[in-house]
């Protein structure tokens, strides 16, 4: 019977262990920010610096870009929010592809949106699939 409790206890200590070692992609530093350089982020991806005293999370994107291959009276816009974290405050950002802004300050950093894809009607379009291009500088 105490076998039993031993291994019982030794199993559930490590599921504990694993799951708090577990990261989902919310919270996984796949990618370095160095500022002013372009980097690229996915849709629920975080990035973080080095020292993981700013990092950067792409939350959500509104996309009514005019699909390719489209005849469009208006090119549309793809609205992407982002979460700038800075010594662990956040500030939420919209940027924007047609619209402005493209580039916010917060906290004393720029964040620059370069690029939005996949365009709508291209082959691999799907809400799950976005990525963004960005720049952060520190100001």
């Keep these: 019977m105490w076998r039993n409790l031993k291994i019982s206890i030794a199993i559930l200590i490590s599921i504990a262990v694993f799951t708090a070692c577990n990261h989902d992609a919310d919270t996984t530093f796949s990618k370095t920010i160095v500022s002013g350089n372009t980097v690229t982020i996915r849709l629920k991806e975080t990035l973080q610096d080095k020292t993981g005293y700013v990092r950067l999370r792409m939350d959500a994107v509104s996309d009514s870009r005019c699909p390719i291959n489209a005849i469009c009276v208006w090119a549309g816009n793809g609205a992407v929010t982002f979460t700038l974290f800075v010594n662990g405050n956040p500030s939420i950002l919209t940027l924007n592809t047609t619209l402005g802004p493209k580039v916010i300050s917060s ?4 964040v620059t949106l370069l690029e939005l894809l996949p365009y709508p009607g291209s082959e691999n379009y799907n809400n799950e699939n976005y990525y963004a ?5 520190k100001e």
Aim: overall charge positive; hydrophobic content about 20%.
């Design 133 to 137: 291009s960005v720049r952060v500088e």
């Design 107 to 110: 906290q004393g950093y720029k």
